[in-house]
């Protein structure tokens, strides 16, 4: 079941992350198995004031941006308990991922800077997962397909 998460413009100046603490901190407290699919799925919707002739996407306001980098920084393993069937994943990444968008292509991630999160993704939640119950490469490989990657099986024997 997922939880959508409102994010108001007054926790985004603030760098207030209490409606992501107040989600996160009961599922923690049950001692989630990684192996599991995670009984947590999260969805935010960001309530900010905005121009109606503002063409801007969230993921380009900096102060959203901002907030996303806090956010991931508390929660490095957070890609886990996304709601990736929402799309949740892509516009996670879109908040931390160097992009431009483009009418006939939609979202185009800067290359390079999607790798450098893709990896810091699956070493972040493979530490998470190891620190509760056991890597899932399945899971991790599904997220980083995703994302447009493809993982060998021998790369998570380094892990």
């Known amino acids: ?3 959508i998460l409102t994010i108001t413009a007054d926790q985004v ?3 207030d992350l209490s409606p992501a603490t107040a989600a996160i901190a009961p599922w923690l407290a049950q001692q989630p198995s990684a192996t599991a699919q995670p009984s947590l799925q999260l969805q ?4 900010i004031p905005r ?3 503002d063409p801007r996407e969230l993921s380009e306001i ?9 956010l991931d920084a508390c929660y490095p393993w957070l890609p886990l308990v ?4 929402a799309g949740e994943l892509g516009r996670y990444a879109a908040m931390l991922v160097p992009h431009e968008f483009s009418r006939t292509e939609g979202i185009r991630f800067n290359p390079e800077a999607l790798e450098l999160f893709v990896m810091s993704k699956i070493f972040a939640v493979a530490d998470w997962m190891q620190q509760h119950g056991g890597i899932s490469p399945t899971r991790l490989k599904f997220m980083t397909q995703l994302l447009g990657y493809e993982l060998d ?3 998570f024997e380094l892990l």
């Open 153 to 155: 099986d021998g790369f």
């Open 62 to 70: 900096p102060e959203v941006r901002l907030w996303f980098v806090r």
């Open 13 to 15: 100046n603030r760098l």
């Open 44 to 47: 935010f919707k960001i309530d």
């Open 1 to 3: 079941m997922s939880s």
């Open 51 to 53: 121009d109606p002739d």
């Open 82 to 85: 996304l709601d990736w069937e």
